[in-house]
Structures are given as C-alpha cells and as structure tokens.
C-alpha cells in the first residue's frame, strides 16, 4: 500500500466507496450537482472544511480557526460570497476519507499535492512550497545535513504517521526499521528530546513553528534540502483538497488563489504571522497538473 502525503493510508474500502458510488443530498436521495455546489455554499452562507490540527498550517488557536491553509481559505470564499468556514478536526490521515465521505466540502490543513493523492482528490493550484529539514538535539551530536546523511550514519529518522517524508526517508536510503511514525509534531519533538529517534523529518517551515512554541527544548532546526523522489527534486506545495466531483468550486477556488499568491505582499499580510514568507510563494510556473504526474 503507497503512502499518501504531509502528513495517510487510506483503507482499500474507503477508495471504493469514495469511487464507486454516487453522492446523494442527505434526506433526499437526489444526486448532488457540482454546478451548484458553490451556489449552495452561498445560500447557506458557509463552507466546510475538514483540518487536522497541525500547526502553522491549519489549528485551533482557542476557539479560532487559524493557521496558513484556514487563513486564506477564509479569504477566498469570503470573495466567492462564502462569509463562514466551518471546520471539522480529524486526524490528518482521516482527512481524504472524510472528503470522500462528504463530512466536508474542502480540506484546509496545507496538505502536499502528490501524485497518490491525486488519482483520489482534486487539488488547487500551490498555495506555498515549502522544503524539507530535520529537526535535531542541540549541538547536532551527528552531524548529519539532510536523510542521505542520515542513512549513511545509521540514524533514526522520525515522521508524521502516512507523511511523505517517510517516502523521502526510504528513498534517501534510510531503512524502513529505522523509520519512526508519530502521531503529531509534538510527539517528534518529544522523541526527539528523549532520544528514541535522532532526527525528526517535516517541511522546514513545520520545524521553524515547532521549535519556535517549544522555545525551551533542546533542539534546533538545520538549514532545508531538497529531497529527491524518483528522480524528481520535492518542493514540498501544498494545497486545498476537494472531491472529484467538485471541478466547477475548485476552479472558482483557484481564480480567487491566484490573485493572492500573484501578489506576495498581500500573501505575507495574510499568512506571514504564521511563518509563511515571500519564499514560500508559489511560482506561477509550478503548476498541480505537472505536479500530479506520477
């Protein structure tokens, strides 16, 4: 079974029921257009989004929505005429399920676009690459750089439970025994510092944040790299997550998308509290078709 992306499995069943069944309107039986799926949205004057809780990029902050993927979410259907995101927290590798299962209309929990997500769900356009660090003990006792070197050294390496740098892990020669899944980002923090795992692997800016609301852990975050997966170099994008037969919102989506991420000064006023800098804008030239090829 292939693994899915940032952060999981998804059960063989799940796939068949998200695929082969048709999708009805609760209490009428009636198959559900997505023509006027955004019509809806309107009427009813809210949206739901499914989130895993992961910060920065999607995550109750008391009793607020907050987080990159919540924040310009908001944004975007408030200018297509959706004022409310109402949000379902599940476990990150429940969220496909979830959409699948119509608990809601759009994922928003920055999740990477690969190419095994994409032959279940439709994505948006990138809304931010970001590339991949390590987390490691103060004072770096292995001096390792990146996963070569941390499969050269014979290290354990930490990630999020069905995340893609467990792909990136194996790929860089790290052996399956000597990867690590944990449930959150804090659990890798926290194997970290207890010495179970000697370097925990997520987007450098999940790192950044993770270390910055632990700032007493003795820990630091290395410089990022580029982890290459079937020859490709991995950019680590992300973006909103929506059911296949929803194209008509996702498009819709994607207009309002671009003209935030086209303009990094809006981009940063929206999402730089939360790490996200002119770096993490997409380029206009990375673009989820080419990104969902296998």
């Not at 309107?25 to 004057?45: C, H, I, M, N, W």
């Not at 014979?154 to 194996?170: F, I, N, R």
């Not at 498009?251 to 940063?268: E, G, S, V």
Request: a positive charge.
């Amino acid at each position: 079974m292939s693994t899915l992306s940032r952060r999981g499995f998804l059960a063989a069943a799940a796939v068949a029921a998200a695929t082969g069944c048709s999708r009805t309107e609760v209490g009428t039986g009636a198959p559900t257009g997505d023509s006027d799926l955004l019509a809806k949205l309107r009427k009813q004057g809210y949206v739901r989004v499914g989130f895993a809780g992961e910060a920065p990029y999607g995550f109750k902050d008391g009793n607020t929505l907050a987080g990159e993927a919540p924040t310009l979410h908001k944004e975007i259907f408030k200018a297509l005429g959706v004022p409310e995101l109402r949000p379902t927290l599940t476990d990150f590798s429940s969220l496909i399920p979830g959409l699948a299962a119509d608990r809601f209309d759009v994922v928003s929990a920055g999740m990477a676009i690969t190419p095994d997500r994409c032959a279940k769900v439709i994505f948006s356009e990138p809304e931010f690459v970001s590339p991949t660090a390590l987390m490691v003990r103060k004072g770096n006792p292995k001096q390792l750089t990146d996963l070569k070197s941390a499969a050269a050294k014979g290290s354990t390496v930490g990630v999020l439970t069905a995340a893609v740098e467990a792909d990136y892990a194996t790929a860089a020669g790290v052996p399956g025994a000597k990867v690590r899944a944990l449930a959150k980002q804090q659990d890798g923090l926290d194997a970290l510092v207890a010495g179970r795992i000697d370097a925990f692997a997520l987007t450098s800016i999940s790192l950044r944040w993770l270390a910055k609301t632990n700032s007493g852990a003795d820990v630091q975050v290395l410089d990022p790299f580029l982890p290459v997966l079937h020859g490709t170099k991995q950019y680590s994008p992300g973006g909103a997550v929506f059911r296949k037969d929803t194209d008509s919102l996702r498009d819709a989506f994607n207009t309002q998308l671009k003209k935030i991420t086209a303009d990094p000064a809006r981009y940063t006023s929206l999402i730089g509290r939360y790490g996200f800098t002119k770096a993490e804008v997409p380029p206009a030239s990375l673009r989820t078709a080419e990104l969902c090829k296998a």
